[in-house]
């Protein structure tokens, strides 16, 4: 066959095969962003509501009995979780696309809401939530000075706002689970980040950790335990490649618990009652989770049986017994499924897309 010939066939071909509209490549998700409730109670998931993404929930027992909990009708709602104590739902929201996105309330039985933040031309920032504290928040707001958010103490159940520190520069702080500032943050000439410790309140005037530019993306600190015992550090200062180390807050001594000379660690599972790291995410050639526990290794190795291509935990229960799953198959629409840790089971939640579905 002539080269003339090979192409006309292979164009011939291609005709036959339909183009996928547009609208099920760039269009709202049937469902996205599964959590689930801290106490195992409910199911969280964003789906559109005439045409604008809300927030859903239903019970764990009945995903089928679903509940629109929020009504946006112009913006889509980025971003949402439950609170600590199972009983709301959070979320973020903006006005007319201007960016200054509000901090949100709706109560999960009476499906009330409210504003936490109620200011105008203002930005809020989640700065810790805490297993200790389960009824409080630590958020940052510019509502002062557009320059720079002031971090505060709310209370879920009032509402209340309680100024925790006045900020004079910092573009970020970081706190333990008992919701005590631990370090503020601040960009350098560098192209880094200064890491300033914070005690009793009181911000240290020079900093004690630095990185230039060259580290500026792969060291930062990876959360405390709740115990406050155990500073985590993904840290790639001196090295080819970011790794973790736990540091013994009352002697100050690091030991590196995990590292891959391929590519840098990019993420870890923490137990959501202790704060231990258990597991970290490489991606060398595709993303792979590597356990450090003997317990969560027969948990991923179920879910590699299972699972072709690529997977993550999203989010899991206070006793640990329920993981909600985010699968990319590669060949296929994503989809999120329900791990039941006790009963050894994985059924699907969802198909973010499935009208890509043998496209």
Same mark, same amino acid.
């Given at each position: 066959?002539?080269?003339?010939?090979?192409?006309?066939?292979?164009?011939?071909?291609?005709?036959?095969?339909?183009?996928?509209?547009?609208?099920?490549?760039?269009?709202?998700?049937?469902?996205?962003?599964?959590?689930?409730?801290?106490?195992?109670? @409910?199911?969280? @998931?964003?789906?559109?509501?005439?045409?604008?993404?809300?927030? @859903?929930?239903?019970?764990?027992?009945?995903?089928?009995? &679903? +509940?629109?909990?929020?009504?946006?009708?112009?913006?889509?709602?980025?971003?949402?979780?439950? &609170?600590?104590?199972?009983?709301?739902?959070?979320?973020?929201?903006?006005? &007319?696309?201007?960016?200054?996105?509000?901090?949100?309330?709706?109560?999960?039985?009476?499906?009330?809401?409210?504003?936490?933040?109620?200011?105008?031309?203002?930005?809020?920032?989640?700065?810790?939530?805490?297993?200790?504290?389960?009824?409080?928040?630590?958020?940052?707001?510019?509502?002062?000075?557009?320059?720079?958010?002031?971090?505060?103490?709310?209370?879920?159940?009032?509402?209340?706002?309680?100024?925790?520190?006045?900020?004079?520069?910092?573009?970020?702080?970081?706190?333990?689970?008992?919701?005590?500032?631990? @370090?503020?943050?601040?960009?350098?000439?560098?192209?880094?980040?200064?890491?300033?410790?914070?005690?009793?309140?009181?911000?240290?005037?020079?900093?004690?950790?630095?990185?230039?530019?060259?580290?500026?993306?792969?060291?930062?600190?990876?959360?405390?335990?709740?115990?406050?015992?155990?500073?985590?550090?993904?840290?790639?200062?001196?090295?080819?490649?970011?790794?973790?180390?736990?540091?013994?807050?009352?002697?100050?001594?690091?030991?590196?618990?995990? &590292?891959?000379?391929?590519?840098?660690?990019?993420?870890?599972?923490?137990?959501?009652?202790?704060? +231990?790291?258990?597991?970290?995410?490489?991606?060398?050639?595709?993303?792979?989770?590597?356990?450090?526990?003997?317990?969560?290794?027969?948990?991923?190795?179920?879910?590699?049986? +299972?699972?072709?291509?690529?997977?993550?935990?999203?989010?899991?229960?206070?006793?640990?017994?329920?993981?909600?799953?985010?699968?990319?198959?590669?060949?296929?629409?994503?989809?999120?499924?329900?791990?039941?840790?006790?009963?050894?089971?994985?059924?699907?939640?969802?198909?973010?897309?499935?009208?890509?579905?043998?496209?």
């Amino acid at each position: 066959m002539s080269e003339t010939a090979t192409l006309a066939s292979a164009a011939e071909r291609v005709a036959d095969v339909p183009l996928i509209p547009r609208k099920a490549l760039f269009g709202n998700p049937t469902r996205s962003g599964a959590q689930i409730s801290p106490d195992g109670r @409910w199911l969280g @998931w964003m789906a559109p509501h005439e045409e604008v993404m809300n927030v @859903w929930i239903a019970p764990v027992d009945d995903p089928s009995a &679903a +509940r629109r909990m929020t009504s946006a009708k112009e913006r889509p709602i980025p971003a949402y979780f439950f &609170a600590p104590d199972s009983r709301s739902i959070l979320y973020v929201q903006d006005k &007319a696309g201007d960016e200054n996105y509000l901090l949100y309330q709706v109560e999960i039985e009476s499906g009330a809401e409210r504003n936490l933040t109620p200011y105008e031309n203002t930005r809020v920032q989640i700065v810790g939530l805490s297993h200790a504290m389960k009824d409080k928040a630590l958020v940052a707001v510019n509502n002062r000075d557009p320059r720079h958010h002031d971090v505060h103490l709310l209370d879920l159940t009032s509402g209340t706002l309680e100024l925790v520190l006045e900020n004079d520069g910092y573009v970020g702080f970081l706190a333990d689970d008992t919701l005590t500032l631990r @370090w503020a943050l601040r960009q350098n000439e560098a192209g880094g980040t200064d890491m300033f410790e914070i005690d009793g309140g009181r911000i240290a005037e020079t900093p004690r950790e630095s990185t230039g530019l060259e580290d500026a993306l792969t060291t930062s600190v990876a959360g405390y335990t709740v115990d406050g015992k155990t500073l985590y550090w993904i840290d790639s200062r001196g090295r080819n490649t970011a790794a973790i180390f736990a540091e013994n807050t009352e002697t100050g001594e690091r030991t590196l618990i995990a &590292a891959d000379d391929r590519a840098d660690i990019g993420g870890t599972m923490q137990h959501p009652l202790t704060g +231990r790291i258990e597991a970290y995410s490489v991606n060398y050639l595709k993303r792979e989770w590597v356990a450090l526990e003997p317990e969560i290794e027969q948990a991923l190795a179920f879910l590699r049986e +299972r699972l072709e291509g690529e997977f993550g935990v999203q989010s899991r229960t206070d006793a640990d017994d329920k993981w909600i799953i985010g699968h990319d198959p590669l060949t296929g629409p994503s989809r999120t499924l329900i791990y039941d840790r006790a009963a050894g089971t994985l059924e699907e939640f969802y198909v973010t897309r499935p009208e890509l579905e043998g496209a």
